[in-house]
């Protein structure tokens, strides 16, 4: 059974950082894909960003770039996503996601090209 973990999530004031952690287990994603998204109250789950398989190419969405980093350490079967700088328009649950297949897509941002996700963690940003 394939199972995504996060962790790391709470509560901070703007300007804070905060690093998510997603672990995974069932079966190895060294050689995929794996991204992180966020859906906030009343808003649709949106793309934040994406590692490929060797970590050495990130993906982000415009509103986090510069200030989240998404990594991996296959060694771990774990992605990460340090957030600095948060605002309170960071505040959501924060899924990770991760691809069955090993091939690179380049709409990397659309969550139906994942196939696994974990249960979602809250951040929550004060002002």
């Known amino acids: 059974q394939v199972q995504l973990v996060e962790s790391g999530g709470g509560l901070v004031q703007a300007g804070d950082s905060l690093r998510l952690s997603c672990a995974a287990s069932?079966?190895?994603?060294?050689?995929?894909?794996m991204g992180w998204f966020r859906q906030a109250p009343g808003k649709e789950r949106e793309f934040v960003a994406a590692v490929r398989s060797s970590g050495g190419s990130a993906y982000y969405a415009d509103s986090v770039k510069g200030r989240f980093t998404i990594s991996r350490d296959n060694a771990k079967n774990t992605v990460y996503l340090q957030m600095n700088s948060l605002k309170p328009e960071d505040t959501a649950v924060y899924y990770c996601?991760?691809?069955?297949?090993?091939?690179?897509?380049?709409?990397?941002?659309?969550?139906?090209?994942?196939?696994?996700w974990g249960q979602g963690i809250q951040v929550t940003v004060s002002s």
């Open positions: 996601a991760a691809r069955r297949n090993t091939y690179f897509t380049s709409t990397y941002y659309d969550p139906n090209e994942y196939d696994y």
């Open positions: 069932g079966r190895t994603f060294s050689r995929s894909l």
